[in-house]
């Protein structure tokens, strides 16, 4: 079945770029994505990626996506103290409907 | 337009009582998805549901837990007799009948179980 895996943590200068990286198992996702957790709060869908493209860009937000190293990441330009939060990237199983995701990237932002 | 709406946020059981939480989704959306995040883990899917359907409850223990989305009313996750290893936060997250891609979650209700 579909595997997804994160790096744990990143901490990065306030102002700077952070980049969350992502790997996944099963190719035959037709979207990826990328869910943000505040404490204590539930996931807010940041973005998403169709398939069939190399690259998303939305404000701040790029997404890049190799499928042949089955390699997603989330960029954020300037990175702001308010970016401080759990990034969970998630894929497919087996159907469209049935999300499993990363164990999530704790992002730390420093003043 | 309010978001998916879940209640309890915080419930506390004993051992060997019922938990019930409640998922109201999103106005317009007629699909229904309840997820577990045990701590320090990504979310694990349970079960999806349409009105008065159940389709697809592969990610659910086979006993103890049960889950409803009936006609009027919220969708209820119902967990029997639990056991401290229930403790977890459930999110709920539901989906338009025309997008079930674009799936939306709620708050969260994080059981904990003494």
């Known amino acids: 079945g579909e595997d997804v895996e994160q790096s744990l943590f990143l901490s990065v200068r306030e102002g700077d770029s952070s980049v969350i990286n992502c790997t996944y198992t099963?190719?035959?996702?037709?979207?990826l994505y990328w869910y943000k957790q505040e404490p204590g709060a539930g996931l807010q869908l940041l973005t998403y990626?169709?398939?069939?493209?190399d690259m998303k860009q939305d404000q701040r937000l790029t997404v890049l996506l190799n499928k042949k190293d089955k390699h997603l990441s989330l960029r954020i330009a300037d990175t702001q103290t308010g970016d401080s939060a759990i990034y969970f990237c998630?894929?497919?199983?087996?159907?469209?409907?049935?999300?499993?995701f990363g164990s999530g990237t704790r992002l730390l932002v420093r003043p | 337009n309010a978001g998916v709406m879940q209640n309890p946020r915080h419930l506390v059981r004993r051992r060997g009582q019922e938990a019930r939480l409640r998922c109201s989704p999103m106005?317009?959306?007629?699909?229904v998805y309840w997820y577990r995040q045990l701590p320090e883990e990504g979310l694990k899917f349970m079960v999806y549901?349409?009105?008065?359907?159940?389709?697809?409850e592969s990610g659910m223990p086979k006993e103890r837990f049960s889950a409803e989305f009936p006609k009027e009313g919220p969708s209820i996750l119902r967990i029997q007799q639990v056991v401290r290893g229930d403790s977890a936060a459930y999110f709920c997250?539901?989906?338009?009948?025309?997008?079930?891609?674009?799936?939306?979650f709620g708050p969260g209700t994080r059981l904990l179980v003494l």
């Open positions: 106005k317009g959306h007629s699909h």
């Open positions: 549901l349409q009105k008065e359907n159940i389709i697809d």
């Open positions: 997250a539901s989906s338009p009948p025309t997008s079930q891609e674009t799936q939306y």
């Open positions: 099963d190719s035959s996702s037709t979207y």
């Open positions: 998630a894929g497919e199983m087996d159907s469209s409907y049935k999300l499993i």
């Open positions: 990626i169709f398939s069939n493209m």
